[in-house]
């Protein structure tokens, strides 16, 4: 199709050449082996790279823009446009990023502190979906032409996790192009950087079509190695069916999102494999425990307040079952309401039983409820792997309990707002820790709901004990008390009972089986780490 | 001659009789009505209740034991362990409630709007007339969609799931009241000029009785024909708006969302969870149909 | 008799229903001379109509002739395909229905319609076939033809779409044209004028009439002979004058008893009680029996056929058959 | 003429007023666009203060109005979604939809028709009865389901056809067309199948209905009378009598065909405004919403009239009732 332009992209390097040259040869049946078509449910809202904190975004960004530090397959951070970081020696709320040197913008401008300092100060500004990620950030100043000083409010060990998605732009196209700032929706008027980028990622954008088709080329004057990938063209494909359909029928080579129920099968068909890995996301089930009546039920208090009936709870969940048939063993059933990936995470708080359906009945009654009781559990429909099949087994085990819950599934438009506006009793959430740390689950999820904090906190909880630790946390350089202080925060969470935690999600890739690409626990796999051959 | 011969001997009955197109369809459709009323007591289980089902049974293929539970059942089982051919049974007790209850709805608010605008005339008429054009013209699914949001605003979150139900049924019965006004309001503007019904008003007979004792019966042929169909388009109406995200809880699904989760494991491997309900929404709707269409013909004494 | 223009043989005609086989004309003959009028006259239901479609090959099914032969010409047409029959129709047969309301399709003009007809039986261009139906409907009595020939039929006033619809019928010059109440729809005003340009028109190109009605007050001023039909059957058919001042058989004799007359008095209508028999329901023997005051035993026994009486008139009655008037005036005695 | 055109025109712009009105009533309760504009590590006092940035928080009134306000000169406001001005992005998928309900229209059409006319006159013939049983599946059956079961035959199975998109497009003017290119002629044929089929039914039916009363009238008998071949009278005077009715219908149901690419779009990964419509809901872009249903109730508007005028076109009695009744 558009083998010129490849010819003339490849030859630039001898190494694309010989692998490019190798896949072909592997897959004479298979897909041109330069081009890369690639599916997931959803595309890129914008291309400017911090206007939405966004999975499908990002992940597609990373192709074009680079940032500072990137997230590797196994949750480890490496070096991208930043070669070092460290926090200062002298002053313990500055952290000190040394950058990589000869790096060039897709128009040919060259990359120095200046673009970092003015992409940390435009991912702080007030229409930017990655404000709060950066809220610590008091400043930021340029040093030399390679080094670039962060001052934070107060010490912030751990800042460097939250840059894995903040992406560098050039300073002056941006300048030029008057996109100083990211898109202000009250404005009205589209900014330049939703269609248009100038990053140092490894490819440049050809063209785009919003949902339709985005094709990226690889960038010729990249510091890193040309990827065995020269072109990528990216479709979102929004019907599960279709989506694996069109892998079947050999209209795309990778397919992102998976549906659990597809994946068995496709591994048996010619010509297709399954890589598989855990996500760095937790699904659980909350409750408002706090409030003393609860909005939906048919009893006049809060049966939730009451350990018995959490305890209750924690017995009917049988994880085992969900993991085996609703999500096809696709999923690590767990008691933690953690991913593995997180600092904090434990085998102990892992570990789970196996239901026990008369207990727990015992429990509800002992609580004060002979006949059971009856609530609303809302789930939303569209959000996670098989959320709305999870709930609907979860009624079924409350059932048995006596517990009658009503599934009210929904579209995330309409579950989310009740989470933030405290309108639901009972509830699904899953939840993604970007920063691979515990304190950013305490700060939304645990925390009273106060100021930048516990935003998502559902269950109402509020222990001004653990607040004043979970706040403690920010600021603690010393890594080994900081780590005890989370396990002891954690200890209380667990015994409270605060999450109900199903299981981590796992993900999915289906690709042709010429083709090699790892899942990255963020879901954000980048086309640069594909190779072609069996 | 009693009633009951006279019927069978009326024309409607030798045609039916006579074509056994419309005894087939008869005869499944009424399989699948008895089967849908009856459920609870034809039905091996009920897949309405959560409690008494076992994750663990879920997609068992038909005929074959679960490979955890053993559990044989004669459809299979769909991804939550409930028994096919019993879900398929209580599936389409609720399609056919929200069609029936969507068509009565239609039915009702048609004829009454029909016959007010045909006996008013004047502005009631031309109000009424250029209200059932932009109905018409407005796309169905659409106006169920935008009901159905609605709804969802003004009901209370803790009544919605008791409510979903009417909510669909008024939102697939709101669309298609305008051709039973069509029909109503032509035979009334019909009858109204005729010299009985002059006559009738004349003497001051009660407006409501000639309606009721002249008109009506005059359209209940066509607007049988139209409930036929209307009943089929609106079960398919609501597996439509089902795959939108809009309907019946899927603890209590119909035959519809039986279908859209169903047609998740169109590629799985799991065909019998979509091929089972198929068959039977196919042959409810085509039963259904076609005997719509022979009522049609037979109720046509020029086509006869 | 081969100089008949068209000859109905033994016509029957039926129709297979869930109750059996109805007979809508059952053993009915006639000739048509050539230039004649044949008037037709019977109740609704005798098979009037069903006489002329069938002669014109449209019987509507599930009705088909069962029985007969009909002859143009000497020539059978009754068994022709449908292609042949189809070049029968309009170019050597001509039909005017009842309503020219609804016989004119009402998307098309005039000029669309007679163009049309002209050229699927005649080999003219399109001018030529204009010139044609111009002159046509201005022989029919449409005024300013060339300019109204474009209008479309609602333009047209009932009487004026009924003399186009004449027009359409002899546009190829048929050789007989059967008119099937052709003024019934029609305005009393407009109705002579209609009948007269019919009688006019046709004797001017030689076409015999068979001009089908309920009303005997037309077929006495237009008719030159009258078929009489009783529930399907032929009851009596002779010279017009002879039949209306002298009708033999019983039902014709009601019948005639039924037109006002300036010999009679006015107010005076004769009835014939009771009313036709369903096609289902025909008694045995003569058809008219239940009605018929001089009904006597053979009239309720056997079917009687048209007996010659000579002058061209047949009459099917009992009371006309040579053995039957003598038993019957035996049994007088 | 002008006047009753211009008197519809007026009638238009009130549906239209109207059609914005509920629907702007209705998008308060799809749910919250805030959720989905902002990370979650965004506080509630920002969600707050995006929301009052947004106009979320006035009286319905102000937001319609402000809304009606900018309409009327073009403006729909920033997709919240997409971040590109909502005007733009309903053009740039508009060819798709157009593209695709007209042939799935002119399919359903064609095929309608036909079969209408062939079933009418060979009434109780094995072939119609055959194609009026089988055509009964297109509405027996829900459309998304009949779509994923093409894909699965002729895309997966066989091979034959693409499973999504629109293939490759060529650019002409602010049009980009499938039509001119083989894989986008190619994609097109199972989505317009899939929307074709159930108004194909319906229009085959209808045809078939009318084409029956149309063959029991006088004109019909009376041309047959006059000679004029078969051909004539069915395809001449029959067919075009049986139109008259079919174009109305036919022309309302261009509008559901709209509407009812929702579905097929959603299934076929149909890069036009059904599944923008669609993606929309889910996250709940307010102004791609409200610039939908006003696309929709506009295209309504103007089928309407169309049909109206091609009812004139077709029906010379009209120009007479027309002209000669108060419209």
Request: net charge negative; charged share 20%.
């Amino acid at each position: 199709m558009l083998s010129k332009l490849h010819t003339g992209v490849f030859a630039r390097t001898g190494r694309a050449m010989l692998m490019a040259g190798a896949a072909l040869a592997l897959t004479m049946t298979g897909a041109n082996a330069e081009t890369l078509r690639w599916a997931r449910v959803a595309d890129a809202l914008t291309l400017d790279p911090h206007s939405q904190n966004e999975g499908p975004t990002s992940t597609l960004l990373h192709h074009i823009y680079e940032t500072l530090v990137g997230r590797a397959t196994d949750g480890t951070l490496q070096p991208r446009l930043a070669t070092e970081w460290m926090i200062s020696a002298e002053d313990p709320t500055v952290w000190v990023f040394k950058l990589r040197e000869g790096v060039k913008f897709h128009d040919g401008a060259d990359f120095t502190a200046e673009d970092v300092v003015f992409s940390l100060d435009r991912a702080r500004a007030d229409s930017s979906g990655f404000k709060a990620l950066h809220s610590a950030v008091e400043s930021v100043s340029m040093v030399d032409d390679y080094t670039v000083h962060v001052k934070m409010a107060g010490p912030s060990p751990l800042y460097v996790q939250n840059l894995t998605n903040t992406f560098i732009m050039d300073k002056g196209w941006a300048e030029a192009n008057d996109v100083v700032l990211p898109q202000n929706f009250a404005a009205g008027e589209e900014n330049f950087a939703v269609r248009n980028t100038n990053g140092t990622g490894p490819y440049t954008l050809v063209s785009r079509d919003p949902e339709v088709r985005t094709v990226m080329a690889a960038f010729g004057g990249h510091w890193d190695a040309t990827p065995a990938v020269t072109e990528i063209i990216y479709t979102p494909i929004a019907e599960a069916a279709t989506r694996v359909a069109a892998l079947l029928s050999g209209e795309v080579d990778v397919v992102q999102d998976v549906p659990v129920q597809d994946i068995a099968r496709l591994q048996q068909t010619d010509g297709i494999k399954i890589a598989t890995g855990p996500e760095n996301r937790n699904i659980f089930f909350s409750y408002d425990m706090t409030s003393d009546k609860l909005i939906s039920a048919n009893v006049d208090d809060n049966p939730f307040k009451k350990p018995e009936v959490r305890e209750a709870l924690s017995l009917v969940i049988d994880r085992d079952a969900i993991q085996q048939v609703v999500m096809r063993g696709q999923s690590q059933p767990s008691a933690a309401p953690l991913p593995p990936f997180v600092n904090g995470w434990t085998a102990e708080m892992n570990a789970y039983g196996k239901p026990d359906y008369e207990r727990a009945a015992a429990l509800v009654a002992e609580a004060g409820y002979p006949d059971g009781f009856s609530v609303d559990l809302h789930c939303p429909n569209d959000r996670y792997l098989n959320d709305e099949a999870i709930c609907q087994a979860m009624v079924g085990m409350l059932g048995r309990a006596k517990i009658n819950a009503n599934l009210v599934s929904q579209s995330r438009s309409l579950h989310f707002p009740l989470i933030e506006k405290w309108e639901t009793d009972f509830y699904l959430l899953g939840w993604g820790v970007p920063t691979f740390d515990s304190a950013y689950i305490f700060n939304f999820l645990v925390h009273t709901r106060e100021g930048s904090f516990g935003s998502f906190n559902g269950s109402r909880y509020s222990n001004p004990e653990l607040d004043a630790k979970i706040e403690a946390l920010a600021t603690m350089t010393d890594l080994e008390a900081r780590d005890a202080m989370i396990a002891e925060i954690w200890d209380k969470v667990m015994e409270d009972r605060v999450f109900l935690n199903v299981h981590n999600q796992m993900l999915a890739y289906a690709m042709k089986d010429n083709i090699n690409l790892d899942v990255h626990p963020e879901n954000q796999p980048k086309m640069t780490t594909v190779t072609f051959g069996n | 001659m009693n009633r009951l011969a006279r019927m069978w001997d009326s024309d409607i009955a030798w045609s039916f009789r006579h074509s056994p197109v419309a005894i087939v369809a008869t005869v499944v459709a009424l399989i699948i009505i008895m089967g849908a009323v009856l459920a609870p007591w034809v039905a091996p289980f009920n897949p309405f209740d959560s409690a008494s089902l076992n994750l663990m049974d879920g997609f068992t293929p038909p005929g074959v034991p679960n490979q955890f539970t053993g559990n044989t059942y004669l459809m299979g089982t769909d991804n939550q362990g409930r028994d096919i051919f019993s879900t398929i049974l209580y599936g389409a007790r609720i399609s056919l409630f929200v069609g029936f209850a969507a068509v009565v709805f239609s039915m009702v608010l048609g004829i009454g709007l029909g016959l007010l605008a045909g006996w008013r005339g004047g502005w009631v008429d031309s109000l009424l007339m250029r209200i059932a054009d932009v109905q018409l013209s407005f796309p169905s699914i659409l106006i169920a969609l935008l009901i159905f949001g609605v709804a969802r605003g003004f009901i209370p979150p803790t009544m919605r799931e008791e409510v979903a139900i009417w909510v669909l049924i008024v939102s697939i019965g709101l669309s298609d009241w305008v051709q039973y006004a069509r029909v109503v309001r032509g035979a009334a503007m019909v009858e109204k000029s005729k010299e009985y019904v002059q006559a009738a008003r004349v003497i001051g007979v009660h407006p409501t009785r000639i309606v009721l004792r002249h008109i009506l019966p005059n359209v209940m042929g066509p607007v049988l024909v139209i409930a036929t169909i209307g009943l089929a388009l609106a079960i398919i109406a609501e597996a439509t708006l089902s795959f939108l995200g809009v309907g019946v809880p899927p603890t209590q699904p119909s035959l519809g969302t039986l279908i859209r989760i169903g047609q998740q494991y169109l590629f799985s491997g799991e065909w019998w969870i979509i091929l089972f309900p198929s068959i039977a929404l196919l042959l409810l709707a085509l039963s259904v149909n076609l005997l719509g269409d022979w009522l049609r013909d037979a109720l046509n004494p020029r086509l006869r | 008799m081969t100089d008949a223009l068209l000859s109905v043989r033994n016509l029957r005609v039926e129709f297979p229903t869930r109750r059996g086989i109805l007979t809508a004309i059952d053993d009915v003959s006639f000739d048509i001379m050539p230039g004649e009028v044949l008037g037709v006259v019977g109740e609704s239901g005798a098979g009037k109509s069903l006489t002329g479609a069938a002669i014109i090959g449209l019987l509507e099914p599930p009705g088909r002739i069962a029985g007969g032969e009909i002859l143009l010409k000497g020539q059978r047409i009754d068994d022709l395909d449908a292609e042949s029959m189809r070049r029968i129709r309009g170019k050597r047969i001509g039909m005017v229905f009842q309503d020219p309301l609804t016989s004119l399709n009402p998307l098309y003009t005039v000029a669309q319609q007679l163009i049309e007809t002209i050229r699927t039986h005649a080999d003219l261009s399109e001018a030529e076939a204009r010139a044609r139906a111009i002159a046509l409907l201005d022989r029919v009595g449409i005024p300013a033809a060339a300019r109204r020939i474009d209008d479309y039929p609602h333009h047209f006033s009932g009487g004026m779409r009924q003399r186009v619809v004449i027009a359409l019928a002899l546009c190829a010059e048929p050789e007989l044209v059967i008119a099937d109440e052709p003024t019934t729809a029609l305005d009393v005003s407009v109705q002579s004028q209609i009948i007269d340009l019919i009688k006019e028109i046709c004797a001017e190109r030689g076409a015999a009439v068979m001009l089908i009605t309920h009303d005997m007050g037309v077929i006495a001023e237009t008719a030159d002979r009258v078929a009489v039909l009783y529930a399907g059957r032929l009851a009596e058919i002779g010279p017009v004058r002879e039949v209306i001042t002298a009708a033999e058989h019983p039902y014709t004799a009601g019948l005639m008893g039924s037109i006002p007359t300036l010999t009679q008095d006015n107010a005076r209508l004769v009835q014939i009680p009771g009313a036709m028999p369903r096609l289902n329901a025909i008694p045995q023997g003569c058809a008219f029996n239940p009605r018929c005051e001089r009904a006597f035993d053979r009239c309720f026994r056997d079917r009687p056929d048209p007996i010659d009486r000579g002058d061209g008139r047949k009459v099917a009655c009992w009371l006309y058959d040579a053995a039957g008037v003598a038993a019957k005036e035996k049994a007088d005695v | 003429m002008l006047a009753y055109i211009i008197r519809r025109i007026l009638q238009s712009v009130l549906v239209m007023l109207v059609v914005a009105l509920v629907s702007f009533a209705l998008f308060r309760f799809v749910g919250d666009p805030i959720n989905s504009m902002v990370g979650q590590e965004a506080t509630i006092a920002d969600r707050e203060a995006l929301r009052e940035q947004l106009g979320l928080n006035d009286p319905f009134l102000t937001q319609f109005a402000t809304f009606i306000g900018r309409a009327v000169q073009g403006d729909f406001g920033i997709s919240y979604r997409l971040q590109q001005p909502v005007m733009e992005l309903i053009l740039s998928r508009l060819p798709a939809t157009l593209e695709l309900a007209l042939v799935s229209g002119l399919l359903a059409f064609v095929f309608g028709v036909g079969f209408g006319v062939y079933t009418a006159l060979r009434r109780n013939g094995w072939l119609s009865n055959t194609i009026m049983t089988v055509s009964l599946i297109g509405v027996s059956l829900p459309t998304f389901l009949i779509g994923v079961l093409l894909i699965w035959v002729f895309a997966v199975e066989l091979q034959w056809l693409p499973s999504f998109g629109r293939g490759d497009t060529v650019q002409i003017g602010n049009w980009t067309t499938g039509l001119l290119t083989p894989s986008g002629r190619a994609s097109l044929v199972l989505p317009a199948i899939t929307l074709g089929l159930y108004q194909m039914t319906l229009i085959m039916r209808l045809v078939r209905a009318e084409m029956l009363e149309v063959l029991r009238t006088d004109y019909i008998k009376f041309a047959r009378a006059r000679g004029l071949s078969n051909r004539a009278v069915h395809f001449g005077h029959a067919l075009k009598n049986t139109m008259v009715p079919v174009i109305t219908i036919t022309g309302l149901q261009l509008g559901s065909i709209i509407a009812f690419a929702i579905i097929t779009e959603t299934v076929f990964q149909w890069p036009g405004v059904g599944a923008l419509f669609i993606n929309s809901v889910r996250f709940v872009d307010v102004p791609v919403m409200a610039a939908y249903l006003m696309l929709i109730a506009l295209v309504f508007v103007i089928i309407n009239l169309i049909v109206d005028l091609l009812y004139y076109v077709v029906d010379p009695r009209l120009r007479v009732d027309r002209a000669a009744t108060r419209h």
